[in-house]
């Protein structure tokens, strides 16, 4: 039901409106898109593609944002998404959803830094469900096995190559220590430092997130090399040890994920590809149609609480 064309008639400058406002947002804080990409994942694989994420909470519901893994997501991303709807309310008012916003949005954005156009079909409609307690589960978390994180992509119809594909988006952006400080000082008795970090990384990695527990803002990018570029760099980075989760390090040595590993290493066509389909197949997961949701007025709040 969802269509390239839905705005068309009703909101002709959609494209121009969210283009404009990614760009100025991006160059005036170049973490955006990061953080974008990382805030529609967590979007769409907590009941759908539908701003669920966008809610804030009040003293009747404690809202997906309320979510440990979610306290994390970045700021600027919540920004663009509202700086996005105050200009479309102002050209179109009451047209244009919220997640779909947040789609066209972060499709924009991995262009903006270099990475693949895919089609966005739009006319999703915003969610009227954000609760705390739907997000634990249904997001993956670096602890996760090899196995344990085919199971949950395959549950939700994503394809193990699919899954490394996606994995890519960490071509980008960055993680706080405590997503990877296991790596470095608990990796096991014999071994306290993961040996599958190249040395002299974990070595700046240490140093780095020495004091981890009390400067909990220290972190780290994803991709060392290129962390502002969108590129297939995060997978020529792992069998060089310099895979930064461990999740991400995994990719590179289960047999089932590591073809294609070497696939994207060598190929970034192949990567952009597929990465591209990906991102199509994710951005509709799950989409909310006709009347099981509305067209926000607010990001950040359902339509009842304003009336
Ligand atoms: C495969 C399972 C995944 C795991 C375990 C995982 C885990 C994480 C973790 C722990 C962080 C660091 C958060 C922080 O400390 O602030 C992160 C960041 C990020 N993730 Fe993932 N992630 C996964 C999949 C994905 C997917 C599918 C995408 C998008 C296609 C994605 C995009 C990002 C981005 C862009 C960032 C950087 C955010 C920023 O710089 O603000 N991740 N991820
Ligand atoms: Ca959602
Ligand atoms: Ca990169």
Same mark, same amino acid.
């Given at each position: 039901?969802?269509?390239?064309?839905?705005?068309?008639?009703?909101?002709?400058?959609?494209?121009?409106?969210?283009?404009?406002?990614?760009?100025?947002?991006? @160059?005036?804080?170049?973490?955006?898109?990061?953080? &974008?990409? /990382? %805030? #529609?994942? $967590?979007?769409?694989?907590?009941?759908?593609?539908?701003?669920?994420?966008?809610?804030?909470?009040?003293?009747?519901?404690?809202?997906?944002?309320?979510?440990?893994?979610?306290?994390?997501?970045?700021?600027?991303?919540?920004?663009?998404?509202?700086?996005?709807?105050?200009?479309?309310?102002?050209?179109?008012?009451?047209?244009?959803?919220?997640?779909?916003?947040?789609?066209?949005?972060?499709?924009?954005?991995?262009?903006?830094?270099?990475?693949?156009?895919?089609?966005?079909?739009?006319?999703?409609?915003?969610?009227?469900?954000?609760?705390?307690?739907?997000?634990?589960?249904?997001?993956?978390?670096?602890?996760?096995?090899?196995?344990?994180?085919?199971?949950?992509?395959?549950?939700?119809?994503?394809?193990?190559?699919?899954?490394?594909?996606?994995?890519?988006?960490?071509? @980008?952006?960055?993680?706080?220590?405590?997503?990877? &400080?296991? /790596? %470095? #000082?608990? $990796?096991?008795?014999?071994?306290?430092?993961?040996?599958?970090?190249?040395?002299?990384?974990?070595?700046?990695?240490?140093?780095?997130?020495?004091?981890?527990?009390?400067?909990?803002?220290?972190?780290?990018?994803?991709?060392?090399?290129?962390?502002?570029?969108?590129?297939?760099?995060?997978?020529?980075?792992?069998?060089?040890?310099?895979?930064?989760?461990?999740?991400?390090?995994?990719?590179?040595?289960?047999?089932?994920?590591?073809?294609?590993?070497?696939?994207?290493?060598?190929?970034?066509?192949?990567?952009?590809?597929?990465?591209?389909?990906?991102?199509?197949?994710?951005?509709?997961?799950?989409?909310?149609?006709?009347?099981?949701?509305?067209?926000?007025?607010?990001?950040?709040?359902?339509?009842?609480?304003?009336?």
């Amino acid at each position: 039901k969802l269509s390239l064309g839905y705005y068309q008639k009703t909101c002709p400058d959609f494209e121009k409106i969210i283009r404009e406002t990614v760009t100025n947002k991006q @160059i005036t804080s170049p973490v955006t898109a990061a953080g &974008t990409l /990382r %805030l #529609f994942f $967590h979007d769409c694989m907590v009941d759908g593609c539908d701003a669920s994420v966008l809610i804030s909470s009040n003293s009747f519901n404690q809202a997906e944002r309320e979510a440990e893994i979610n306290h994390s997501l970045s700021g600027d991303a919540f920004d663009v998404v509202v700086h996005a709807k105050t200009n479309l309310e102002l050209a179109c008012p009451g047209i244009v959803s919220c997640s779909d916003i947040l789609a066209q949005a972060t499709r924009d954005l991995v262009v903006m830094v270099g990475g693949p156009f895919y089609n966005v079909r739009l006319g999703r409609k915003d969610g009227m469900i954000s609760k705390a307690g739907n997000v634990e589960g249904n997001l993956p978390t670096v602890n996760f096995t090899m196995d344990k994180l085919i199971d949950y992509f395959v549950e939700r119809g994503f394809t193990v190559q699919e899954l490394v594909a996606l994995s890519g988006g960490h071509t @980008i952006g960055f993680s706080h220590c405590k997503e990877f &400080t296991d /790596r %470095l #000082f608990h $990796h096991s008795p014999t071994s306290p430092t993961d040996p599958d970090i190249y040395p002299k990384f974990a070595e700046k990695l240490k140093t780095m997130c020495a004091n981890y527990e009390k400067d909990t803002a220290m972190s780290a990018f994803n991709d060392v090399i290129t962390p502002g570029k969108f590129d297939n760099m995060f997978y020529q980075n792992l069998p060089r040890g310099l895979g930064l989760l461990a999740t991400d390090n995994a990719l590179d040595k289960d047999p089932r994920t590591k073809p294609f590993v070497d696939l994207y290493a060598v190929n970034q066509t192949a990567f952009f590809h597929d990465f591209g389909r990906a991102m199509e197949k994710l951005s509709v997961h799950g989409v909310k149609t006709g009347r099981k949701g509305e067209v926000r007025r607010r990001c950040d709040l359902f339509n009842s609480i304003n009336t």
